[in-house]
């Protein structure tokens, strides 16, 4: 069971997921390209546990939804 003390931000309407996205796309390339839609919170490229290679999709978190 969770603490009910800790909050969880919605994030309804911040975070996307990002697919199609090419095999050699980074953490900081994906931030790079999302910097001119809003302040970042958080963006994530997916990667293969076992190989650390991206799995061509990622999550993506904005602080606002302005």
């Known amino acids: 069971m969770s603490d009910p003390t800790v909050t969880q931000k919605d994030t309804t309407f911040t975070k996307i997921f990002v697919g ?16 001119s839609y809003g302040d970042i919170e958080e963006a994530v490229v997916i990667t293969d546990r076992q190989t650390g290679k991206s799995r061509g999709y990622a999550t993506h978190m904005f602080y606002t939804c302005d």
């Not at 090419?22 to 910097?35: A, G, I, Q, V």
């Open 20 to 35: 199609g996205l090419p095999y050699h796309t980074t953490d900081k390339s994906l931030r790079e390209h999302f910097e």
